[in-house]
């Protein structure tokens, strides 16, 4: 069993920033991607950052430049730093995990946590 906990977001107004944190826990693979997610109201859920166990990120096109996403292994733990935020960036935020290979092999999810961007 694996579970995701995101915390972090908020009302931010645009042009802040907020920090988006996601805990693992369970049985967690060594080798595994994490990466966060975003749905905003009447859309898709999109892929918005993600990043290997060895360090390697993807970002979606709308947010290069702005955000980072980070991980700690030890801590089984992602992190997503954003900045010069925009109302279009308003959307529940998910973390997942992706991992492969035997019982515990899946694609988890966290419950989402709201980021607003609004004056």
């Known amino acids: 069993q694996v579970r995701l906990v995101e915390s972090g977001g908020g009302l931010v107004q645009p042009g802040g920033s907020l920090r988006l944190s996601c805990v693992a826990s369970?049985?967690?693979?060594?080798?595994?991607?994490m990466g966060w997610y975003r749905q905003a109201p009447g859309n898709q859920r999109e892929l918005v950052a993600i990043?290997?166990?060895?360090?390697?990120?993807n970002y979606a096109d709308s947010v290069k430049g702005r955000f980072t996403i980070s991980r700690d292994n030890a801590k089984n733990t992602v992190d997503l730093q954003m900045n010069s935020l925009k109302p279009e960036d308003t959307a529940v935020y998910y973390c997942?995990?992706?991992?492969?290979?035997?019982?515990?092999?899946?694609?988890?999810w966290g419950q989402g946590t709201q980021v607003t961007v609004s004056s």
């Open positions: 997942k995990l992706e991992q492969r290979g035997g019982l515990n092999g899946g694609d988890y």
């Open positions: 369970g049985i967690i693979f060594r080798l595994n991607n």
């Open positions: 990043i290997t166990s060895s360090g390697t990120t």
